[in-house]
């Protein structure tokens, strides 16, 4: 079975200081991993996936995650947050087919000027 | 440029009407996805289709109805048998259905019934 939870609700930084959005996910099969944006009122945007080729995975606007198999993470990251970083973000695994994502519940983050 | 329209941004219904979500799409994809997405809870898929003239139930198909007639268009019906209809609602497409092929996004419809 597949799941993934999302560690943190709400995230707070100051602009110019670094970002990290945990996740932590359960598969029973070779996961497809992902992480994407969501603005209010938008739909989401996707940020990066990860697909068992290297294990740092870069995205757009200098995001990138980490799939450690050890742990069962996909934390993302980021080194310094920027005020348009301010967003949702939801993690999403994927074994058997996009029919069956699993979205976590998202981690709202905010960016204090 | 290529994308997925959704309209109307917001909709107001009354209680016990049907009303139809649009979803049209110039990717040439050819799987589309409805998903609702309720505060503070992940996204829940409604139905998806992989194919013209074929869809499949999501996890919370109960009280909508959906059609492929077109590869580029799947409206989603909300019918007055959804218990809780208000809620934001978003399709999306992917190149496949299979699980590496990431998803694009509408930018949704906020459906209100009162």
């Known amino acids: 079975a597949q799941s993934v939870t999302q560690l943190d609700s709400h995230v707070s930084v100051s602009e110019g200081t670094p970002v990290l959005l945990r996740c932590n996910y359960s598969s029973s099969y070779s996961p497809s991993l992902f992480w994407y944006v969501q603005h209010p009122n938008k739909g989401l945007q996707l940020l990066l996936k990860?697909?068992?080729?290297?294990?740092l995975v870069k995205g757009i606007n200098g995001f990138e995650a980490e799939f450690k198999k050890s742990e069962t993470s996909f934390h993302l990251t980021k080194p310094s947050a920027h005020m348009s970083d301010a967003a949702e973000y939801f993690c999403v695994v994927s074994a058997t087919g996009a029919n069956n994502l699993f979205f976590g519940t998202g981690t709202r983050l905010t960016v204090i000027p | 440029d290529g994308g997925i329209t959704q309209s109307p941004k917001y909709l107001f219904r009354k209680e016990g009407q049907n009303v139809t979500l649009s979803c049209e799409q110039n990717l040439n994809h050819d799987a589309m996805y409805w998903y609702r997405q309720d505060p503070g809870q992940g996204l829940r898929l409604i139905y998806y289709?992989?194919?013209?003239?074929?869809?499949q139930k999501g996890d919370i198909a109960e009280g909508y109805s959906v059609s492929r007639e077109k590869k580029e268009s799947f409206p989603l019906t909300v019918t007055s048998a959804q218990k809780n209809p208000t809620a934001f609602y978003l399709c999306?497409?992917?190149?496949?259905?299979?699980?590496?092929?990431?998803?694009?996004f509408g930018n949704g419809t906020r459906l209100t019934v009162t």
């Open positions: 999306a497409s992917s190149i496949t259905d299979m699980g590496n092929s990431p998803l694009h």
């Open positions: 289709s992989q194919i013209v003239n074929d869809f």
């Open positions: 990860y697909t068992s080729a290297a294990t």
